[in-house]
């Protein structure tokens, strides 16, 4: 174990000099040390949660080169269709519906407000919707702030924020992948916002493309600084990038396994108290090398999920489902203790 990384990780004293440096060390210690803290910080639970993810429409006016998603089908799901996906979520037990889409050029602020409305106007359920970039994109069609955008969602019942459309927190790197997306400053200024006016959020990055470490480690302490700040992020989920069929899978294949489980232990070092939250994400990483990020920093494997469309277009072979009981298969297989939590991690069991 890094025993000076691990107190100073505790005391959250961790600077972006001790991280580089942490890049050169017997990754085994680093996982090591990420499990220790783990272990002290959140204890030996691995938490879920029972959701399903609604992806309303793949229509998209955007550019990113990542994606897989966008107008692969042409699909655009009315609100009678949203409302029966988000009643099938309920009888199977589902605490929570996560909703995002792509960008239209004939939806307004409105339209996303009336879709979470109509939502919690017939269901009780914790609705998880929206990334900055729609928020920004709605606020930017419909003539009005950020803010304003936020306090009509949370009105109408929007209970917390995916914190994607993070991708990587540089703008150089963002002008060749995602050109035309809000820059770093406009994701942590929507994400910051939210926090001020009540609605938490998750983090994410997505990495393995065109990125350097340095690039991910600037990343991982914009975050940290936002969370020092708002005190709004629940988790940090690492995203691994999925290479197939998009503009950028001939300039990378992914990243590595061991370097997916360097991202898990440096978050768990780098966030020490500020985030105890780290997800695994079975459907990026497989089940196997999600049980092992689970002894490297990770402490949740996320949500049953229901259906997946993102990153199953972009070549993932994990599935789209995976059921309470299976979760908790994979979990205590990795010797761990499995609890069902809500969006916010409460324990539900």
Not at 79 to 86: N, S
Not at 220 to 234: A, P, S
């Amino acid at each position: 174990m890094l025993k000076d990384i691990y107190e100073r990780s505790l005391a959250g004293e961790i600077t972006i000099e001790d991280a580089r440096k942490l890049l050169d060390a017997n990754p085994f210690e680093l996982f090591d040390t990420a499990d220790r803290l783990r272990k002290e910080i959140i204890g030996d639970t691995v938490t879920y949660v029972v959701n399903r993810n609604i992806n309303f429409t793949d229509f998209c006016v955007g550019t990113c080169k990542f994606c897989s998603f966008r107008n692969s089908k042409g699909f655009r799901l009315t609100l009678d269709e949203i409302l029966q996906k988000v009643g099938e979520a309920k009888q199977m037990g589902s605490t929570e519906v996560c909703i995002q889409g792509g960008l239209t050029e004939d939806m307004y602020l409105e339209d996303y407000a009336g879709m979470i409305r109509a939502i919690k106007n017939k269901y009780d359920i914790h609705t998880h919707a929206f990334s900055p970039m729609e928020v920004y994109h709605m606020s930017r069609m419909s003539g009005v702030t950020v803010e304003e955008s936020l306090k009509t969602l949370k009105a109408a019942g929007l209970n917390s924020m995916p914190g994607t459309a993070a991708e990587i927190l540089d703008d150089e790197i963002r002008s060749v992948i995602c050109p035309g997306k809000l820059s770093t400053q406009e994701w942590v200024d929507v994400v910051s916002t939210a926090h001020r006016v009540g609605i938490p959020t998750t983090a994410t990055i997505m990495y393995g493309h065109i990125e350097t470490w340095e690039h991910r480690l600037k990343h991982l302490f914009i975050v940290r600084d936002v969370q020092r700040k708002t005190h709004g992020i629940t988790e940090f989920v690492p995203l691994t990038f999925m290479h197939e069929n998009n503009p950028l899978s001939g300039q990378s294949t992914g990243a590595s396994g061991m370097d997916d489980l360097r991202m898990y232990a440096l978050a768990r070092v780098i966030f020490g108290r500020d985030i105890p939250n780290v997800q695994a994400s079975w459907v990026k990483l497989g089940m196997k090398l999600a049980q092992v990020a689970l002894n490297c920093g990770a402490n949740d494997v996320g949500g049953t999920l229901m259906e997946e469309n993102i990153s199953k277009s972009a070549g993932s072979k994990s599935g789209e489902y995976m059921s309470p009981d299976a979760l908790r298969g994979m979990i205590k297989a990795a010797e761990r203790s499995p609890k069902q939590r809500n969006t916010l991690y409460k324990l539900l069991d």
